[in-house]
């Protein structure tokens, strides 16, 4: 599943008009970027929310052939439902027969796909989170067994799902999952919500979310102005 739905409104004027997802970054649009490289690692549906100018973002895809898979659009009226509750929303349009990924539209990196769904299907958590070490207020707690809580210093808050087993890591999370297809069964969150909200949750309750670490790897967040012209920056000189 790709999110598109953003409003990206720390990057107007320009998403004013045009979808963050479609927002160019050497020469492709951030949507296509992402949809390629998941159609590349092996994903052969792509589940694609909107909500911002969706009507841009589901012509970009259809004109695009889907990227090469079958491709579902999960469309939000009204109101935005954030990460856990677009993915709800966007439920019957999943086989729920393997683990998929869930990336961000606005995410930029080189990070191995196929190792991260490979480390997944190895261990089989219930979701596997691409983390690293990075400066930054909101940050995911992990320890022995995995994630077990989180931190945000802008509103002050520590939480712990349960009590952390062995040495604690706080590590930023790089909005790429592999999920397992149990989770639809497990979230009882209704309306708008974050997909950390029955993560805590369900760790809280006994099940297991792991780290991936992807330390080394390319991540870019394109998010603000000054990331985007970082990532256009970057992406120019990979070329030259």
């Known amino acids: 599943m790709l999110f598109a739905a953003g409003l990206g409104t720390r990057l107007r004027p320009l998403t004013d008009h045009t979808p963050k997802a479609l927002i160019d970054v050497a020469g492709v649009p951030m949507l296509e970027h992402v949809a390629r490289r998941l159609v590349a690692a092996g994903a052969d549906r792509l589940v694609i929310n909107t909500f911002h100018l969706a009507e841009q973002v589901e012509r970009f ?3 695009r052939g889907g990227f090469g898979a079958e491709t579902r659009i999960s469309r939000e009226e009204g109101e935005i439902l954030d990460t856990g509750g677009g993915l709800l929303h966007a439920a019957p349009l999943f086989r729920q027969a393997a683990p998929f990924f869930v990336h961000n539209a606005d995410i930029l990196t080189d990070l191995p796909l196929g190792e991260m769904y490979q480390a997944h299907s190895g261990h089989q958590p219930l979701a596997t989170l691409a983390v690293m070490q990075r400066t930054t207020g909101r940050r995911l707690l992990f320890d022995a067994e995995g994630l077990f809580g989180r931190v945000d210093d802008a509103r002050g ?10 040495s604690v890591e706080e590590l930023a999370f790089g909005g790429i999952h592999v999920v397992s297809p149990e989770i639809f069964s497990l979230i009882t969150e209704r309306g708008v919500f974050s997909i950390l909200d029955p993560y805590l949750r369900l760790a809280g309750e006994g099940h297991t979310i792991r780290p991936f670490r992807i330390d080394g790897c390319m991540w870019l967040d394109i998010g603000k102005p000054e990331q985007l012209e ?3 920056t970057l992406m120019r000189r990979s070329k030259e």
């Open 61 to 63: 895809v259809e004109e």
């Open 157 to 166: 808050l520590r939480i712990q799902a349960r009590e952390p087993v062995g």
């Open 230 to 232: 970082a990532a256009r």
